[in-house]
């Protein structure tokens, strides 16, 4: 009964226009929004998250000529401070931005793979539409990451097979790892999935591809880099990057790390951990770029020495274009596996 119940959601789904499912999606956040706007002004608990704050405060300072470091804790390049300087002057602006990069990438990655019913698993996840709504902006990296993936799997399927397109996915991907340093994982999948790529006229091509690819990618984080730098000097880098490679944190994280963390015990480098996962995926799913960057994101969340529930819309947004992909599991195990990491969360969160 429930499968067949599950299959005829599925094909409602799938005969749902695309503007009716993006509209309420989009319906469904700024009620959310309009909704935790109430909540602030009555409860004593509030539903915006702390780091909307200090996005807010770190805006006021680049509006005001000021260093958006000059806000402690504000640990993001100052692009992000940038595009939110409108929530000086209305306050939910930022989260409308992330509830908009929110449904851009429903579109992106659901609608585009032809797999509606799987694009609504993003659309309508409590977790991701409560991210956003909150103030958080990690849907503001990720959708340059979702444009990256789209354009490269055009680019090997033959569809959008053209250097123009090849370029493009390499800058949204920069953009991505300027955002946020962990799209950087990516960079070897795609060079690998150039390497294997069948419709090359020679293995010098595929080299040239990959090679150029990468190129352009660095490029594309190192200009847009050099400005942060060029604006605000060597505070940029600590804030914004070094910081993360010795942070270190016990609150709120969902990280296999936290009890060493929480202990005061040395924390094992965690990218030496991830490296043979991540080297493993590449290889393994070198020819379904949707499938190797999923996994890749899960396994790097997963081990990584900081995880807080927003990490978890890293590997979310890619489950449509893997499941588009052929990453096929079994219908038993993905409800017990979801069942258990709604469990574990809810236990932890408790």
Known sequence: MLAAAAARAAAFADGASDASWLTAAWGVRLAVITYGVWHDATLPVRYTDVDYDVFTDAARFVWEGASPYDRQTYRYPPTLAALLV???????????????????????LGWRCSRRAVGALWLFNPVVVNVS????????????????LMLLEGYLKGSGRTPRALAASAACLG????????????????????????????????????????AAAAGAAGVLTAAGYAAYGGAYLEHAYFYHHGRVDHRHNLSPHWLPAYLGAPVPHAFAIQALPLAAACLRYRASPGVAWFVLTAAFVALNKVCTVQYFTWYLSLAPAASASGLAVPRRWGAAAAAVWAGALAAWLA
């Open 133 to 148: 709504t909150r103030g958080n902006a990690d849907a503001l990296a990720v959708l340059p990451i979702a444009a990256a």
């Open 175 to 214: 953009a991505a790892i300027h955002l946020r340093l962990f799209p950087a994982i990516f960079l070897p999948a795609a060079g690998v999935a150039l390497l294997a790529d069948a419709r090359a006229a020679s293995w010098t091509a595929r080299v040239k591809a990959g090679v150029g690819y990468a």
């Open 86 to 108: 409108p929530t000086v002057w209305w306050g939910v602006f930022g989260k409308v931005l992330f509830a908009a990069a929110d449904v851009a990438v429903g579109w992106v």
